[in-house]
């Protein structure tokens, strides 16, 4: 165990510096490499794997609720960005443009997608005639990209990857309906498979999405107190089926704009895992996401090695035939103790351990990642044990991260009771907002938060703005964000 | 039925003009749309689920090969082209260019990636330091552009999808050795998952890939005698490794550079796929790669539709169960007739019919869409008999690819021998070949075909050139191409 040390210093403290801490963990965990182009990155395999992992899980909510996958290019001619005024005004900022290709310079420029609601909002228009072909439900798994000034590995990259959901529908009704089933969707995704509790609720106007009605949103907590915006779903109504021209005769024969949404995630959740699960030793990955959720460790003398291996084989068969993503690590020119604190760092959920004296009593170690507690466990019940600790680590995760965000996450009545808050513990806010920009600007540039949402079921209700003191019209949560 | 000839009429009978075939029926099947954008497609549901199965079934193959899959950046600075010359020569006429982003010019333009040797180069020459780290084996699914000429759907389009294999390794043998194991895994691919029969083979220098020291390819016939290069293998030497500085300190502790391979499919393979087993009908998909693979259609009178639908329903579930792809349409407001014609068109391998006669009998109609033949099963056998006729319609529908393909490939003596081929019968041409430029550019001049590969096992070896008369080097294949 003398590697203990040694390894766990090379990641900064998360109390010492918690940004230090991330992209230590991130580079020693080998998920990214900075690229040579500026704010992009490669996602390594054992990133990418994560990414995979989520895009698994979530295609298959996405098609058990009626969405089907299609692919949409990449470039968008100028002239689309001109036709919806507040899109444009929200991503001509961030925009790479194409002047030139195949040696000539273009008659029109091109835009890297930064959202696809103009091209597909295009192509709608075409496909869609008559309320028979509404709902229409698409899904696209893309790169895209924005310009940012500030960038930070997963959480904001200038070229990332994400799942943009476009949809079409013959009423409000019918499109607010979709909207919300989606951010369900994102809900249980986060709080069920990534183990992350989130805050659900309504954008406000100055945090929605440039060219929708209304955004909806899922946000999380970081450790460090600071919030990431998970996941997001908007109702356009018929702003973008205007610009577009997306027209349908409806059962009346009349002709009707069609009311769209359109729903997101992206790679900045491995981000959003990270920094709520991972601790001082590395990272933690819940079970549900963790590319390798099984590690399993031969140890003993030299004399017993091919014993213990052969009878670790035979359970590293038994857990892959379960389904169990497992992996041995039985090098011999690594040390059990060198293997422990690798594999904490990486955050398998669960590591097993076999030695002689197991071998003998019929007994296998479980160690949990998370509680660090070990287990003794017959052999004979090795899968059921392991397949109960998995769901077990889960449930910690979840409570833990849960735990946290409710430590962090107070009711305030002022702003200055917010300021002391957040000199003192980091964290959320639920204060009351009387509604107007001034005091949500007043807000940002007294303390750096800005609102997250306007929370659906907030723990209680403010009745009083936190800035002027009027009445309040939303209690709304605040925060510092990524 | 009537609706029968109505349909076939909107396809263009193959014989009349294969290019208008092809278009008729990637529209009507709905696999496609043409976008705003130069040379860029729209994937729709359809078709872009072909591709989805195809990427399950290549990724799942990468993997057990000892792959993973990792993602590396959209843009490429300019000055990574400059460093392998062949490279540059090859792609540079077909780069579009990133010259402003986020408001203001850049000082170093950036391509979006034709392919990403260049990146990834420079990124395994900072990863890659000991002979301990290699072979490193990488697969990347990822969009890529060629600003094209001339575009046709799914086989040229300006951006495709794709997935691109890097490796790197300690030696030639070793790199060699995974440039021929990714060469038979595609082999496998096309024909037992596609069915499609290839020929596998070597690139002749001209038409190997820019940067590369050996191509290897299959390549496939369509209906039209035309050949696609359906998927490439290339050993990379030390070409981008010299270029890039991937060097490594090997088991004697020297530096050394690494030998890399790459190798590709894309979604021109979705075009393949048509236009090698499609028909006047429509599409026919073999049943690997079909999204839907039996669509079951309840027939008969009013009276009996409930329960004739209740079984269906049953039938459906067992078939689900047992892993088929199995959808029904049961709609009472279109006719058998017309849903016959519509999913021989779309393609899907088994129709199954059921009405009152064959509830009363206790059987069911199996169709199939290449034979055309009815096949009354019992109810009781219905899974077994289902999984045992797509398994009979792969087989055949290889087969009929093969023997087209045998019957449109000759071996010719004289370049005149290939030429009254051609005007009569279409088609390939194996032929001996000296081993010069000027011999293979000859025949491109008089015939429009190139050469294919230079096939390891050709039914035949030709002693002279086709061209010159002269001792052959090599028997070449020679065809029209896509």
């Known amino acids: 165990m003398s590697n203990d040390k040694q390894f766990v210093k090379e990641i900064t403290p998360q109390g010492e510096d918690f940004s230090r801490w991330y992209i230590d963990v991130i580079k020693k965990a080998d998920l990214m490499s900075y690229s040579p182009v500026r704010g992009c990155i490669v996602f390594k395999p054992d990133g990418y794997e994560i990414w995979e992992n989520i895009q698994r899980e979530l295609d298959s909510k996405f098609k058990e609720t009626g969405h089907r996958n299609a692919y949409f290019p990449l470039f968008i001619p100028e002239s689309f960005f001109q036709k919806e005024k507040e899109h444009v005004e929200g991503f001509n900022p961030e925009l790479p443009w194409v002047t030139e290709a195949g040696g000539e310079k273009l008659e029109e420029r091109l835009a890297i997608r930064p959202t696809s609601e103009t091209m597909i909002g295009h192509m709608y228009s075409e496909w869609i005639n008559s309320y028979r072909d509404l709902p229409l439900l698409i899904n696209q798994w893309a790169n895209v990209v924005r310009w940012e000034k500030r960038t930070l ?95 349908f005769l409806d ?8 009311h769209t949404t359109s729903w997101g995630v992206s790679t900045r959740l491995i981000g959003a895992l990270i920094m709520v699960h991972g601790d001082d030793r590395g990272l933690a990955l819940p079970p549900k996401v963790a590319p390798t959720q099984v590690i399993m460790i031969p140890i003993g003398p ?35 103790g060198w293997k422990f604190n690798e594999y904490e760092m990486r955050g398998v959920p669960i590591r097993v351990e076999l030695g002689p004296r197991d071998m003998e009593n019929g007994q296998v170690v479980l160690v949990s990642r998370v509680s660090g507690e070990k287990k003794i466990v017959q052999q004979a019940d090795f899968v059921q ?42 964290g959320f806010a639920l204060a009351g907002w009387c509604g107007s920009n001034a005091c949500e600007e007043h807000v940002k540039q007294e303390t750096g938060a800005t609102s997250r949402n306007i929370p659906f079921t907030p723990s209680e209700t403010k009745s009083t703005c936190l800035v002027c003191g009027e009445a309040a019209k939303h209690t709304v949560v605040f925060g510092r964000s990524y």
Chains 1, 2 share one sequence.
């Not at 059962?251 to 069609?258: G, I």
């Not at 392991?386 to 107070?410: G, P, S, T």
């Open 153 to 247: 590995p997963f959480l904001r990259t200038t070229e990332f990857l994400w799942q943009e959901g476009h949809t079409a529908h013959e009423d409000e009704q019918d499109a607010r309906r979709e909207t919300m089933q989606m951010l369900e969707v994102y809900r249980q995704f986060a709080e069920e498979f990534l183990a992350i509790p989130v805050i659900v609720g309504q954008k406000t106007p100055s945090e929605k999405f440039a060219g929708a009605i209304d955004t909806f949103s899922i946000e999380a907590m970081m450790k460090d107190g600071k919030a990431v915006q998970a996941g997001t779903s908007h109702y356009l109504g018929t702003n973008f089926a205007v610009a577009f021209d997306i027209k």
């Open 251 to 258: 059962r009346e024969n009349q002709h009707q704009f069609a």
């Open 385 to 426: 044990e392991v397949q109960n600790l998995l769901a077990e680590i889960h449930q910690q995760m979840y409570d833990k991260a849960k735990q946290f965000r409710d430590e962090h996450y107070i009711a305030v009545d002022s702003i200055e009771e917010f300021k002391t808050f957040l000199e003192t513990k980091r």
């Open 302 to 336: 030299p004399k017993t090695r091919e014993q213990v291996i052969g009878r670790v084989d035979e359970l590293y068969a038994e857990l892959k035939k379960a389904g169990v993503r497992v992996k041995v690590d039985d090098r011999a020119d690594q040390s059990p």
